[in-house]
């Protein structure tokens, strides 16, 4: 179901897709997912660069019935409970310098020190000494950045929150596609300011940023196939110098559609494939190029006309 979890058939069709050569962007398209869905699940179970469909299978599968031994929401044997909820505190000050709100900090990192990794929203509350209220929204927060899950709490009904062995990966994989979706904003908003611009131009330097920056976080790598056809568009664009449809760009270079969109979303998604020239969208499906704003300045550009 889409918007769902990952069903092992979509795993399988994954694999096969990036056997041949299409585009995460592609894959989330029919598979009517998010394409940092794709993303994520692709880093997290590939071995020196090939994804293993069936061995994603079985981790998802085991962290689904995972379920944590309760363990006794206190500070460790030995460690006084004011110490404890003073590096809590600490520790979350330190988390909320670099952007967690103060709350979703505390929240963390209590769980964080628990022996467990787990906690309830009743141990967090009297650990922290917050309403539950704060707790819920808290949670909320952390859950939405994907770094805790809920899990069962054995011989009880309530929840327990955890932080799982994979919490890592999934808030560095979340970082990633922020990145990329801000260099993709950043495109939109050049193609709307217009390249020449001062906006544009700020614009232009802050999407090849943070484009770079997803990349090497990600280090994703395009395929060969991709990059190839992505310069193949580009060319096309330049030597039509006019916009062109998605159906012209077919039919002139004779690829397959799905080709072609992979080629247009790789190079949205990574503006740097293009550089030094920038692809815009002038209207839905139709597409041209001019040269990235920050590669002349505007007495350059004067000078040229």
Request: charged share 25%; proline share 6%.
């Amino acid at each position: 179901m889409p918007g769902g979890r990952l069903t092992h058939q979509d795993r399988r069709r994954i694999a096969t897709w990036l056997a041949e050569g299409l585009g995460y962007a592609e894959i989330a398209r029919r598979l009517g997912r998010p394409t940092s869905t794709i993303s994520r699940e692709v880093a997290r179970n590939s071995t020196f660069g090939d994804y293993l469909p069936d061995r994603a299978q079985q981790v998802a599968v085991q962290r689904a019935r995972r379920a944590r031994p309760a363990q006794a929401a206190e500070p460790p044997e030995g460690l006084p409970a004011e110490a404890a909820r003073g590096f809590v505190d600490q520790f979350a000050a330190l988390l909320a310098a670099i952007g967690l709100p103060r709350m979703a900090a505390r929240v963390f990192v209590c769980l964080l020190t628990s022996d467990g990794g787990s906690l309830t929203a009743a141990e967090l509350v009297r650990l922290l000494q917050v309403s539950p209220a704060s707790v819920s929204k808290a949670i909320g927060y952390l859950e939405a950045m994907d770094l805790v899950g809920r899990g069962p709490d054995p011989g009880g009904r309530r929840e327990r929150y955890v932080i799982d062995d994979d919490t890592w990966l999934r808030a560095w994989r979340t970082d990633t596609g922020a990145h990329a979706e801000l260099a993709r904003a950043a495109q939109r908003g050049v193609a709307l300011f217009g390249a020449g611009s001062p906006a544009g131009t700020r614009l232009g330097q802050m999407g090849q940023f943070f484009d770079w920056l997803s990349g090497e976080m990600s280090g994703s790598r395009l395929t060969d196939t991709v990059r190839g056809d992505a310069l193949t568009v580009l060319a096309a664009l330049v030597h039509a110098a006019r916009p062109l449809t998605v159906d012209e760009l077919v039919r002139a270079l004779g690829l397959p559609a799905d080709r072609v969109a992979d080629a247009l979303a790789a190079i949205e998604e990574h503006p740097v494939i293009a550089d030094p020239l920038t692809l815009l969208r002038t209207e839905p499906g139709t597409y041209t190029v001019t040269t990235r704003s920050d590669r002349l300045s505007p007495a350059q550009r004067a000078a040229l006309v």
